[in-house]
């Protein structure tokens, strides 16, 4: 998992939607309920985002599974990445989870969030 990933990863980590509830206090019930499914919408792009990122580096490792030296390598790595999809995933559905009252009757497109890639 590269860094870019990894700090998109960070967006949905305990400690960055703990200081994002924090930042919501004080603020209108509705305007925070605004602010909360635009994290979430936001934190959607970017796993589409780096899914798509993963997609174009997998293009590119195409040649080296032809040298099977690199094969332990391009394992390792192709774990790595699902292992980082599986995570994202998991958090986003976890801040869905935690947010289900304040969330309630918005819409977010998730079929990308559980499709499996190969």
Do not use: H
Not at 46 to 52: G, N, Q, S
């Amino acid at each position: 998992m590269n860094k870019s990933t990894s700090n998109t990863l960070d967006v949905l980590s305990a400690e960055r939607l703990q200081a994002f509830a924090v930042g919501l206090a004080g603020i209108a019930p509705e305007e925070a309920r605004k602010l909360k499914i635009l994290y979430i919408k936001n934190a959607l792009t970017e796993f589409k985002a780096a899914r798509e990122s993963m997609k174009a580096f997998g293009c590119v490792t195409a040649v080296f599974w032809i040298i099977p030296v690199f094969w332990p390598i391009l394992i390792a790595q192709k774990r790595s990445v699902r292992l980082g999809e599986r995570m994202f995933r998991e958090r986003i559905q976890n801040a869905l989870d935690v947010w289900r009252d304040d969330l309630e009757g918005a819409k977010f497109d998730l079929d990308e969030l559980y499709q499996s890639w190969q």
